[in-house]
């Protein structure tokens, strides 16, 4: 009689596993220590204990994948996608930290990350990055009355 056992076949996808659930770990305790509360509508820690929700549910991806046998033939890594997306997170902690604001810094994140993903019409991607970001940035500001770094742009609103 033949057991079908299952082997580990990503050991990195574990590694990355183990951290998305220290990060929801973190996350989830983080959130229970929050002291300010909404007096309406969802508080700020109901946010948190969704996002930690996510990383746990990531991680657990993370672990399935680990075990299934490999379907895919090993890629090369693109480092110049990767240099995109070092470069498109550099400009999110970047215009933050230099006063720019929440809706600057998203829209070089859309701009540059759908760079890295090959797309190579910037200007398109700033604008329809400008449009997502003040969306975001109102629904969390004003629908959640979540405060976001504010730059010069937040500050019209």
């Known amino acids: 009689m033949t057991s079908k056992t299952s ?4 050991p990195p ?5 183990v951290i998305l659930f220290a990060i ?3 996350t989830y305790w983080d959130a229970s220590r929050m002291t300010a509360r909404a007096t309406y509508g969802m508080s700020a820690n109901a946010a948190s204990y969704f996002v ?3 990383f746990v549910a990531l991680a657990l991806g993370h672990l399935v994948s680990a075990f299934r046998p490999a379907e895919l033939e090993d890629e090369p890594t693109d ?3 990767v240099g995109w997306i070092a470069i498109a997170l550099s400009g999110l902690i970047g215009a933050i930290w230099l006063g720019g604001g929440f809706i ?7 701009a540059f990350t759908a760079r890295a993903f090959g797309r190579r019409a910037l200007p398109v991607d700033l604008c ?6 003040v969306l975001i940035f109102l629904m969390f500001n004003k629908l959640l009355t979540l405060a ?3 730059g010069p742009l937040e500050r019209l609103f």
């Open 7 to 10: 082997s580990l076949r990503n």
């Open 13 to 17: 996808a574990v590694a990355v596993a």
């Open 24 to 26: 929801a770990v973190i």
């Open 52 to 54: 930690a929700l996510l």
């Open 79 to 81: 480092w110049k996608a």
């Open 104 to 110: 600057l810094g998203s829209t070089l994140l859309f």
């Open 128 to 133: 329809l990055g400008a449009i997502i970001a």
């Open 148 to 150: 976001l770094p504010l």
